[in-house]
């Protein structure tokens, strides 16, 4: 089993719409939580870090983590095309720099 | 300001030839780490250095070894490539694990 799943898509969702990726993790003592996005044939890039349980939302992103199911999701509200591109769910143990990604979701925002 | 900077970009190598991935990062970051990126496979660690003098395994560490070099340099080697090894490279740092990472722009390694 992987340390970190996801869905590997694609999520096909209309511009203006609500995009929803889901992401679970094994390892309970995990502490820190990251959604980064990557475009084809670019390197990752962070959208959104979360350490505690609930919601936390910046701009149309909004991160939520539920530590006691171990799962962690990001909403994009208002999806646009330039939305596009593969979403990687990361996961931190707290007793080491260990930095697990899962194997991302590909997100489609049709026009 | 290059943040992190790996060489080379792109590589072709035979089965059985040995090289070095090379990583430096100007952020004074602790924490760096090597990733594969596959289709469909997302990023797989393969080893991370926590601070300068060590190094430890991650998901997939069989046919790599690493050199911290210092804080800023990180190094992968592959003794004996195979075309198992064919894959997308990418070096990362973080000032701790549980910050934000930044990664080099990968490098695209063939193995014939």
């Known amino acids: 089993q992987k340390e970190v799943e996801q869905n590997s898509g694609p999520l096909s969702v209309p511009e203006g719409a609500i995009a929803s990726l889901n992401c679970t993790y094994s390892?309970?003592?995990?502490?820190?939580f990251f959604w980064y996005r990557q475009y084809s044939g670019k390197s990752p890039e962070l959208i959104m870090s979360?350490?505690?349980?609930g919601d936390k939302e910046d701009g149309r992103f909004t991160a939520q983590l539920n530590k006691a199911s171990q799962y962690v999701s990001l909403l994009i509200r208002d999806s646009q095309p330039s939305d596009s591109a593969t979403y990687l769910c990361?996961?931190?143990?707290?007793?080491?720099?260990?930095?697990?990604f899962g194997t991302g979701t590909r997100l489609q925002v049709f026009p | 300001n290059a943040g992190v900077t790996q060489t080379p970009k792109f590589q072709v190598l035979k089965t059985g030839q040995s090289m070095t991935l090379q990583c430096a990062q100007d952020?004074?970051?602790?924490?760096m780490y090597w990733y594969r990126q596959d289709p469909g496979m997302g990023l797989r660690l393969i080893y991370y250095?926590?601070?300068?003098?060590?190094?430890d395994k991650g998901e997939v560490p069989n046919g790599y070894n690493v050199s911290r070099l210092n804080k800023r340099e990180f190094s992968l080697r592959l003794e004996s490539a195979a075309p198992s090894q064919t894959s997308v490279y990418f070096c990362?740092?973080?000032?701790?694990?549980?910050?934000?990472?930044?990664f080099g722009q990968g490098t695209r390694l063939t193995v014939v």
């Open positions: 990361a996961v931190n143990s707290g007793n080491t720099d260990k930095l697990i």
């Open positions: 390892d309970r003592v995990s502490q820190s």
């Open positions: 990362a740092s973080t000032q701790r694990g549980d910050t934000e990472a930044f």
């Open positions: 952020m004074n970051h602790n924490s």
């Open positions: 979360i350490y505690s349980n």
């Open positions: 250095s926590a601070s300068e003098g060590t190094t």
